[in-house]
């Protein structure tokens, strides 16, 4: 069994794969003063939850955008799990080109969601993640991966307008009755929900100029299922997309070796 782990700034996403199959995922709130040993426990006690213990692991692969917390997930897994993971960074085979000025620049998880499109369903493409960041990337039909476009998130948009306008409360994102909202939290919803939709059809079109009319849109994160259901523009939605990127390039690394 592969455990794969994506470290991103809101959420740890964790799947757990019996060869193909993703047979368990689980989310995790990101706390960056957690200590390697209380990732050890929530590991372990999920991979117990799952009725597995660390000796049924054949690998783990790990992606990560926070870099203080990618070391204390290592140590955990080394001394939990009793496993070595495999951390995607320079070095590793990934079958995907990086034609971004700074290849260094770009984050494990958009790596792992274009190795995961190349092999799924195919380039050209544009790879449309709603996380903290809502981030648009550039697949090409030959594989490289080319850069994109990156704004807040819509929850952090919320957030934020939560945070810095007085009279506007927290919401749920959930769909308004109409667009034209007849009370405040209705105004927000409309505003972020059909806002983000109308982004996101602009973006895609705007990426289908460059890459061409054959272009494919994915989307993925934990938003993807609602923006979705607004549009016509997305090919297909792929929830767990970075993990399935994590089991391809660990897979594709052990061939190598």
């Known amino acids: 069994m592969l455990l794969t782990i994506d470290i991103g700034n809101t959420n740890l996403t964790i799947g757990l794969y019996e060869g193909e199959t993703l047979a368990w995922h689980w989310r995790l709130a990101t706390d960056h003063a957690r200590m390697p040993d209380e990732y050890g426990l929530q590991l372990l006690g999920l991979l117990t939850h799952a009725g597995h213990k660390p000796a049924d692991l054949t690998g783990i692969a790990t992606a990560s955008v926070v870099p203080n917390l990618t070391g204390r997930v290592t140590r955990a897994c080394n001394e939990y799990l009793k496993t ?60 490289d991966y080319l850069g994109g476009a990156i704004t807040a998130g819509v929850n952090l948009a919320a957030e934020a307008l939560f945070q810095r306008a007085a009279k506007l409360p927290r919401i749920d994102l959930q769909r308004p009755p109409s667009v034209i909202g007849r009370n405040t939290v209705h105004a927000m919803q409309s505003g972020l929900l059909f806002g983000y939709v109308s982004m996101v059809e602009g973006m895609v079109a705007r990426f289908r100029a460059e890459l061409g009319p054959q272009m494919k849109v994915i989307a993925t994160g934990g938003l993807a299922e609602v923006v979705a259901r607004e549009t016509e523009v997305i090919d297909h939605i792929a929830p767990w997309l970075t993990l399935d990127g994590l089991r391809i390039i660990w897979e594709m690394n052990q061939r190598e070796t």
């Open 84 to 143: 070595d993971p495999l951390v995607v960074d320079a070095g590793v085979k990934t079958g995907i080109r990086i034609r971004y000025e700074d290849p260094k620049a770009v984050g494990a998880d958009r790596v792992c969601d274009a190795a995961a499109v190349m092999k799924l369903y195919g380039g050209p493409a544009c790879v449309v993640d709603f996380g903290t960041a809502t981030t648009f990337n550039a697949v090409t039909a030959e594989g």
